[in-house]
């Protein structure tokens, strides 16, 4: 009875720890969002003398209205959707036919395409930037929508994804329903991707993210303003405002461009749990 009293209290104790572990990094964490938000919302004026305090007074909304005053930003904000919903769509579809052929399909040379995938994880981004810029400008397609999603819809990772969820559905279900004279798609279209559903609402919400905060290859591929995404523009303007206008609407900028995936994570954040303790029971 001690000994089991002793390891009850020991586990208390670590569980406190850690949980006062978690709470000390997640204050950090917001530490310099709660500054960012405070400096977005005091005048310029007051900034220029200090930026200390997490507290915005005097108030004022005039970063943001200035910033909504800009033409070209509601355009920007409409590429940046466009090209986040139909890159997360067109992942979400490859994704999950792919990893359904790994994980349950017999073909030829299936071992070596999934040693390539792999191998893709391996490869950073900016290793095929060069080749992909010569690609996509040698047939004519910077500056569109194209351009802009179709070089990030083969995901290895979100193939992967989907290959071990796919993997861990047993196989009685589909043999139940082959017995039932259901074809290969059949299954997968009505019993492989319901079951899927956290798992592709896990994968959907990190791509939109990414697709969201992307810069880089917006900033290489769209070179006209017209085409800008949200954030490739709303950083071509900032050195502008850190002189003219001030550090206030440089804040602004950054809370207007986060705003949406944070709206975004909180509505679906259920799902991003269930997915991620989904992995992690697998």
């Not at 043999?175 to 609402?201: N, V």
Request: hydrophobic share 60%; net charge positive; aromatic share 12%.
């Amino acid at each position: 009875m001690m000994v089991s009293a002793r390891t009850s209290g020991l586990r208390r104790v670590t569980d406190l720890l850690i949980l006062g572990a978690t709470i000390a990094f997640a204050i950090l964490w917001l530490v310099p969002v709660i500054w960012v938000v405070a400096m977005s919302l005091k005048p310029n004026a007051e900034l220029m003398h200090s930026t200390a305090g997490f507290l915005p007074i005097p108030f004022t909304l005039d970063n943001y209205i200035g910033l909504l005053k800009l033409d070209t930003v509601p355009r920007w904000l409409m590429h940046s959707l466009i090209v986040s919903v139909t890159m997360t769509l067109m992942v979400l579809f490859v994704s999950s036919m792919a990893g359904y052929a790994f994980a349950r399909l017999e073909f030829p040379f299936k071992k070596t395409l999934f040693m390539a995938m792999v191998a893709g994880l391996m490869v950073p981004e900016q290793a095929v930037f060069i080749p992909l810029h010569t690609m996509v400008s040698g047939w004519g397609l910077h500056n569109t929508h194209f351009a802009l999603v179709m070089p990030r819809v083969a995901v290895p990772i979100g193939v992967f994804l989907m290959m071990q969820f796919f993997r861990s559905v047993p196989k009685e279900l589909e043999e139940a329903a082959a017995i039932d004279h259901a074809s290969r798609l059949t299954i997968f279209l009505k019993i492989m991707l319901p079951l899927s559903i956290p798992a592709l609402t896990t994968l959907g919400l990190f791509t939109f993210i990414f697709a969201w905060n992307d810069f880089l290859w917006p900033l290489v591929s769209a070179t006209k303003a017209d085409m800008y995404t949200v954030t490739v523009g709303l950083a071509s303007i900032q050195s502008n405002f850190a002189f003219s206008e001030g550090l206030g609407q440089v804040m602004a900028s950054a809370v207007f461009a986060s705003l949406p995936i944070v709206l975004l994570f909180l509505i679906f954040q259920r799902f991003i749990v269930a997915g991620v303790a989904m992995s992690a029971g697998k």
